[in-house]
């Protein structure tokens, strides 16, 4: 049995792309998954599977788009993957409300990202990872999910510090 982190891309957003997470759990369980937890509204699931990563997210995404009637990406990561991108942050982590990881649905081969008015706000590419450092906020950076997969064209979906660890935290308890 493997472990999964899922991240869904752009729910509960401002009123869209609605799914209550009992709702989702109930879902995922019937799927077959075991140990489901999700964490906070935003998109973030905790489970056990015997399918890979790309079965895994196939699964997912179709039963949403069946049961709620809208797309949303997800993406999988495994504990280890997810460990390596933790400590793989090139940046201070001393304020994490400044501190985020992007997770791009596929490896890029990029490096930079030409985009403009990024003032202070730095990032690093790194395969499946952008790793943010935006001391204006995350509120004032231009460096946002659209901005990244218009760059990168790729699906990307991004955590603070905070939620990252905490479903490190969550995928290693199960």
């Known amino acids: 049995m493997k472990t999964y982190i899922v ?7 401002s009123g869209k792309n609605k799914i209550p997470m009992a709702d989702l759990r109930k879902i ?11 964490y906070i509204q935003s998109g973030n699931i905790i489970l056990n599977s015997q399918e890979t990563k790309v079965e ?15 797309e949303i990406p997800v993406i999988a990561r495994t504990p280890k993957e997810w460990e390596e991108m933790l400590e793989n942050y090139p940046f201070t982590q001393e304020n994490e409300k400044i501190v985020a990881f992007t997770i ?27 790793y943010l450092y935006c001391p204006s906020g995350f509120g004032k950076t ?3 999910n659209a901005a990244i997969e218009k760059k990168l064209n790729t699906t990307a979906t991004t955590r603070n510090l905070k ?12």
Do not use: P
């Open 142 to 144: 231009k460096l946002t």
């Open 104 to 130: 791009l649905e596929k490896t890029t081969s990029e490096t930079v990202m030409e985009i403009k008015g990024i003032n202070e706000d730095q990032y690093q590419i790194h395969r499946d990872v952008v």
């Open 56 to 70: 895994v997210c196939n699964k997912i995404h179709h039963a949403i788009t069946s049961e709620f009637g809208f």
């Open 28 to 38: 995922l369980n019937d799927l077959g998954f075991q140990n489901v937890q999700t």
């Open 163 to 174: 939620t990252t660890r905490k479903l490190l935290q969550l995928a290693k308890e199960i």
């Open 7 to 13: 991240l869904l891309r752009g729910i509960n957003v």
